[in-house]
């Protein structure tokens, strides 16, 4: 299926903008809203290993997202339009230390990260119903496709979206992505699969792609049980099936067990060597502040877990900085949480996790593969007093390996959401 996507949105904004001019356009406006969300993050990766090629990445950068959507103008058929600006301000810098991912650096030696960059995105929309038809910027999180928001900015795609909520408790996701606009870059560009550690992906002459399809749907049975199964496909490179369990059990007042079940099927397009079976299980038990988890995860096949580039991926072990899906990599995974509320300190929580991986397939004659990484995560956001809703978060990691980069890092993010109406 090919359209001309820009020319598609540029119809749909026209018809929007027409039924605005009618008196049908209150809902458009009363229901709109708009938010200036700051962002201000540092970042410091130091590379451990002997012979690194670099000592370390460290940059700092204050980022700035403009985001508006509007409400849907009256009728049968609603229409409406979204609206983002992305702005990012380089603080910190050096041509030795860029490679963080927090801003766009110069495609030639010598690299430096420019003092600036952004791009602009817009979104029509139609609504029918409970169902609504998005084209244009996209930001979705779906288990086929999820948008990476882990840097200085958001990862954005370009395409077609449509969400219907017809049946209660049934949610409908079908759509095509063209383009992909990475965290650290203002460029629409054709997708590719992530190939990093020893994914041992082989492409064909085909390395990128234009077109990606997604579909699926999530049931939730009751107030404790939902099942999910969606489908996503990159063009002539891979295609993918995920099926998704989670059950919270009630077990008494401040405790419950929270199961969380996935499998995903990968394998090729007909352009590369794509052969995946990944299963995972997470089991989280609550009581009152504190959570513990526990976690397996197991892949097979010829290689490892298919991705679209720059993405977050739907694995259970995907953290700070690994997701442990290489080729036949076994993992587990160790985790706790505590709520400060517990202790009558709103807004404060901690997470710590350990996740050990191995097996990993590295080739004829080699040892398998190992890694292990260690997280801690420290946040506070203010509840009350002119600083209110303002967030700090602190993010430590620590990975070692003997066939990815060892490396110590420490992220610090302070964040504030700013209503305009």
């Not at 992305?86 to 766009?104: A, Y």
């Not at 954005?156 to 969400?163: K, S």
């Not at 792609?209 to 999530?218: A, V, Y």
């Not at 990993?360 to 420290?378: H, Q, Y």
């Amino acid at each position: 299926m090919q359209y001309d996507l820009k020319a598609i949105v540029h119809v749909i904004c026209t018809a929007a903008v027409l039924g605005i001019a009618g008196s049908a356009s209150a809902a458009f406006f009363e229901d709109s809203k708009a938010n200036l969300d700051l962002r201000n993050f540092y970042m410091n990766r130091d590379f451990r290993q002997h012979g690194a090629a670099q000592n370390k990445a460290e940059e700092w950068a204050q980022g700035f997202a403009l985001r508006f959507e509007s409400g849907y103008t009256q009728g049968p058929v609603g229409f409406g339009l979204d609206a983002i600006g992305l702005l990012g301000i380089k603080l910190d810098s050096s041509p030795d230390r860029i490679g963080t991912g927090l801003l766009k650096s110069d495609r030639e030696a010598p690299k430096r990260a420019q003092n600036e960059y952004g791009e602009a995105g817009l979104t029509a929309k139609l609504r029918l119903s409970k169902s609504t038809l998005k084209l244009g910027t996209l930001q979705p999180v779906l288990p086929s496709l999820m948008r990476n928001d882990s840097r200085l900015m958001p990862q954005t795609f370009r395409g077609a979206w449509l969400n219907s909520n017809e049946i209660d408790g049934l949610t409908l996701d079908l759509g095509r992505i063209d383009r992909v606009n990475q965290r650290d870059s203002s460029d629409n560009e054709e997708m590719t699969v992530f190939n990093g550690g020893k994914r041992n992906i082989v492409l064909g002459q085909a390395k990128t792609s234009d077109e990606f399809l997604l579909g699926g749907g999530r049931y939730q049975w009751n107030p404790q049980l939902a099942t999910s199964y969606y489908y996503g496909g990159l063009d002539g490179i891979y295609k993918q099936h995920l099926i998704n369990l989670v059950h919270q059990l009630p077990l008494g007042e401040g405790q419950s067990l929270k199961s969380d079940l996935r499998f995903a099927r990968s394998s090729d397009d007909g352009g590369s060597n794509v052969d995946n079976d990944a299963i995972g299980a997470l089991f989280t038990y609550k009581l009152g502040g504190h959570s513990f988890g526990a976690g397996y995860q197991h892949l097979s096949g010829d290689t490892g877990f298919a991705f679209v580039n720059g993405a977050d991926d739907a694995l259970l072990n995907q953290v700070q900085i690994n997701d442990f899906g290489n080729q036949d990599e076994h993992s587990w995974q160790v985790r706790y949480d505590y709520d400060f509320a517990a202790l009558g300190i709103p807004g404060l929580t901690l997470m710590t996790r350990y996740v050990s991986g191995d097996n990993v397939d590295r080739g004829p004659g080699l040892s398998d593969g190992k890694t292990w990484e260690r997280n801690t995560d420290i946040g506070y956001v203010i509840q009350s007093g002119p600083l209110k809703n303002i967030g700090v978060k602190l993010r430590n990691a620590t990975t070692r390996s003997n066939f990815l980069s060892d490396m110590d890092e420490n992220r610090l993010i302070v964040s504030y959401s700013l209503p305009l109406w």
